[in-house]
């Protein structure tokens, strides 16, 4: 009779102990979809609060990061995160190309383009000459 009273507390303990390294995995697994969804969501290069000052406020670079290397068809992603209308247009302020063109980008919108042959490509916002950057892309 003693024995088998103190056998089914130790059973009831390893079950305990079983259930709970369960959850920890469940748990665990959850995080990194989460984490997934994330990264597959997130702009590649924003458009910094107050771009639309000049020098871009408080910024060094109006596009963050304002060089980005990228591999062949890897799209590019950008995101305005300023209150103010901005665009992505491919070439130089004072001389356009008509390759790719986000048009006026409302804030917190996104715009993405899939590169399809290596080279630079210069970019800047219609809207505010100083705002430039650069895609270098890659085989
Ligand atoms: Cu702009």
Redesign the pocket.
């Known amino acids: 009779m003693n024995k088998k009273i103190a056998i089914i507390p130790i059973v009831v303990i390893i079950v305990i102990i079983g259930a709970a390294s369960q959850m920890n995995i469940e748990e665990s697994q959850t995080e990194a979809v989460e984490i997934e969804n994330v990264e597959k969501t997130e702009a590649l290069i924003t458009i910094p609060v107050k771009?639309?000052r000049p020098a871009c406020g408080p910024h060094p670079e109006c596009y963050i990061p304002s060089y980005y290397i990228t591999k062949l068809d890897e799209p590019v992603t950008w995101k305005n995160e300023d209150s103010a209308f901005?665009?992505v247009t491919s070439g130089k302020y004072e001389s356009p190309n008509e390759l790719f063109d986000s048009g006026h980008l409302d804030p917190y919108e996104i715009f993405s383009y899939k590169f399809e042959e290596p080279g630079m490509y210069p970019y800047y916002?219609t809207?505010?000459p100083w705002?430039a950057g650069q895609i270098k892309v890659e085989r």
């Open positions: 771009a639309a901005h665009s916002c809207l505010h705002m």
